[in-house]
T-cell receptor, first 112, second 114 residues
């Protein structure tokens, strides 16, 4: 079952602007991960935030996690045309096996 | 270069036919996964395996079968019982142990019905 839901479904921005997308989930998690998917390709891992962390940075990416609201956000600063892709959040739900539950994704288009 | 190789990139299935999608990894990962992706949707887990000769059903296992005879290989068979097989299939692998390990993905196989 899909636990995560991204918002918005699609986002169009100008090059140089920031892009923000949100992810909400339903049950307690060990960690939350963000992935990028370019058209017709596999997913690429971007960043992971653990349940005891509130914010994490990696290059132009900033991820926040609010476990009380069961939500996370991904911010891409100073966007580039190469950032055009779909972005998915994935939750590692607290269970015996390690498996991820993916949301439906946010499609980001960066206009030159 | 270490990674995951999926083949073929495109596959066509006739009515009543079983087809097998290949997934090979040279990352020495213990765990492997198969996902299905439909247009505009997220990934849904079909099967996963954490150790050779053992695998578990995911959320949508009906109409699919897998095997894990070698650590590096995890083929997926789409059987004739799967009535709506048209989708993009993704294979992934990960290290086990620390729960914070990312999954590494192949570039997918696109399956269509003839």
């Amino acid at each position: 079952s899909q636990q995560g839901e991204e918002d918005p479904q699609a986002l169009s921005i100008q090059e140089g602007e920031n892009a923000t997308m949100n992810c909400s989930y339903k049950t307690s998690i060990n960690n939350l991960q963000w992935y990028r998917q370019n058209s017709g390709r596999g997913l690429v891992h971007l960043i992971l935030i653990r349940s005891n962390e509130r914010e994490k940075h990696s290059g132009r990416l900033r991820v926040t996690l609010d476990t009380s609201k069961k939500s996370s956000s991904l911010l891409i600063t100073a966007s580039r045309a190469a950032d055009t892709a779909s972005y998915f959040c994935a939750t590692d739900v607290r269970s015996v096996d390690y498996k991820l539950s993916f949301g439906a994704g946010t499609t980001v288009t960066v206009r030159a | 270069d270490g990674g995951i190789t999926q083949s073929p990139k495109y596959l066509f299935r006739k009515e009543g036919q079983n087809v097998t999608l290949s997934c090979e990894q040279n990352l020495n990962h213990d765990a492997m996964y198969w996902y299905r992706q439909d247009p505009g949707q997220g990934l849904r887990l079909i099967y996963y395996s954490q150790i050779v000769n053992d695998f578990q059903k995911g959320d949508i296992a009906e109409g699919y079968s897998v095997s894990r005879e070698k650590k590096e290989s995890f083929p997926l068979t789409v059987t004739s019982a799967q009535k709506n097989p048209t989708a993009f299939y993704l294979c992934a692998s990960s290290i086990l142990g620390d729960r914070g390990q990312p999954q590494h993905f192949g570039d997918g196989t696109r399956l269509s019905i003839l």
